[in-house]
């Protein structure tokens, strides 16, 4: 999960903070401390970790892309430039663009924004941005939420007091409910110091940057391992009173499977799983888990190194194409394989899956599954030609017909492209075009997707205005009819939107 510090260079953060006496230091120092120790921390235990360092004021500047080097952040913070006035609001909008443009919007980010608390003044300010959401066209939309799964953390270089004075805490409050809500805003305790600026870094630390720490156990082998990042816990809303459940840190292997049995199942989250170095040789946490494995490990690659299980592990579900199904908790399970970075460096990875006994309905319960040697038969045949998955389940459906379902945008595009084909082809197709034109209608009607209709009516009124001189006078009239039918059904009026009604051929002296 990449993260993205945005660090405030305002003028108010060069206002003087006096320490015990001693020489007078801004609040910007206090802040570089923080940050300093935030990436001290990050380089050790969170050295897979891409970060970003940007500063803003009035404007915002990427002053280091996304790294893992976190040197080059600590440099960056030493030869910060004090700028003008703070707008929150261009900074977020920097922070879209940034992440957008490395990740997508499919990525989740951790956006760290440390500040004074000043929201600026006049025009551009937080508290004139949030005056106005209302008041905005699309072209200047305010950028929270952004488009990609988001945790805003907030740290203020003042303590709770100060910034209760005025209405700061609530505009920040504020600021973190636009984002979602999955963040937090921390406050310096006590006066304005070292001590207390460490305080509110390491609770930042402690909540968001801790390493999650397992031991992987597959009967008597055990390993301990470092799950990057560290996995969420998960609320199941079907339970009457639902309740946050988190990957336990013991990981039981409970068996083996073949890649192709268990195919690409749905995945709440993806981690990392790293072993934790022993011995003192080895200077980085994981090393091991990222060797360049070209088949099984051999002795050379393992020597000066303790024996790790994790190590074992990863060679042997890389060379067998196999994945490991491991337990994370009661009823809760994931799997393990290995996942390719380049044609000679691969890595462990663990996928969750959604809590329940039966996270993929071809397996089965997890709880049924056994070894192949104890069944009365082999399974997958003595040729290895059959399969028993996916699992048959013990009652027959009694669905009479198929469902029209449009889980992606490719299964309404055909639907709709196969009615354009039969409406090229009227009168010829009469039958054909209807019975697909119900169909789709009946649909988008359960689904309250009454703008496919719209649409689908536009379609058909384009093709009417396309035909040819040489096509048949009945397509036209019977275009025309269908879209009108459809625009009628889509203002949604009992009269016209009846479920059971269907559009029936119009009767021209040309149907016969």
Not at 315 to 338: C, D, H, I
Request: net charge negative.
């Amino acid at each position: 999960m990449p993260t993205v510090v945005l660090m405030d260079v305002s003028l108010s953060m060069t206002r003087p903070v006096s320490l015990d006496g001693s020489e007078e230091f801004q609040r910007k120092n206090l802040a570089v401390h923080g940050l300093n120790m935030l990436f001290e921390h990050m380089a050790s235990n969170y050295r897979l970790e891409f970060t970003a360092l940007m500063a803003f004021s009035s404007l915002w500047e990427l002053l280091v892309p996304f790294t893992r080097d976190y040197n080059a952040l600590q440099e960056a913070l030493g030869s910060l430039e004090d700028y003008d006035k703070t707008c929150i609001e261009a900074a977020l909008n920097g922070v879209n663009n940034v992440v957008q443009q490395e990740w997508g919007s499919g990525c989740p980010c951790q956006v760290v924004l440390v500040t004074d608390g000043s929201l600026g003044i006049g025009k551009g300010s937080l508290r004139h941005s949030l005056q106005t959401l209302k008041h905005r066209g699309e072209d200047k939309k305010f950028p929270l939420p952004f488009p990609f799964p988001t945790k805003l953390y907030i740290l203020c270089i003042a303590n709770s007091e100060e910034l209760q004075m005025t209405d700061a805490m609530d505009n920040l409050e504020h600021l973190l409910c636009l984002s979602g809500g999955d963040g937090q805003i921390f406050t310096m305790e006590g006066p304005l110091c070292m001590k207390s600026v460490q305080a509110m870094f390491g609770r930042l630390i402690d909540h968001a940057y801790s390493p999650f720490h397992a031991v992987l156990h597959c009967g008597n082998l055990s390993s301990d391992v470092q799950v990057f990042p560290r996995p969420e816990p998960v609320v199941v809303d079907e339970e009457v009173e639902p309740m946050p459940r988190a990957v336990s840190t013991d990981l039981e292997i409970v068996g083996f499977i073949e890649i192709a049995d268990i195919s690409s199942p749905p995945v709440i989250s993806r981690h990392l799983v790293l072993p934790i170095a022993v011995n003192k040789d080895v200077d980085e946490v994981g090393a091991a888990a990222t060797d360049e494995l070209e088949d099984e490990p051999s002795a050379s690659q393992m020597a000066g190194k303790s024996p790790n299980f994790c190590v074992l592990l990863h060679g042997s579900l890389k060379v067998e194409g196999m994945v490991a199904l491991v337990q994370l908790g009661p009823e809760w399970f994931g799997m393990l394989y290995s996942q390719a970075d380049s044609k000679k460096k691969s890595n462990l990875m663990m996928s969750l899956f959604e809590p329940g006994s039966e996270p993929l309905p071809w397996l089965g319960k997890i709880s049924y599954l056994g070894p192949v040697s104890e069944a009365a038969e082999n399974p997958y045949g003595e040729d290895d030609s059959k399969s028993p998955f996916p699992v048959q389940p013990p009652a027959k459906r009694s669905y009479a017909q198929n469902v029209t379902v449009w889980i992606k945008a490719s299964g309404l595009q055909a639907d709709v492209q196969k009615i354009l084909r039969n409406a090229r082809k009227l009168p010829d197709k009469t039958q054909t075009f209807y019975k697909e034109l119900n169909r789709m209608r009946k649909a988008a009607l359960a689904f309250g997707f009454l703008e496919l209709l719209k649409g689908v009516a536009d379609l058909l009124e384009r093709e009417c205005t396309l035909l040819p001189d040489s096509a048949h006078p009945d397509a036209a009239f019977q275009l025309s009819h269908a879209a009108q039918q459809l625009k009628l059904a889509s203002t949604g009026d009992s009269q016209y939107a009846d479920f059971d009604h269907n559009i029936v051929p119009m009767h021209t002296d040309f149907s016969s």
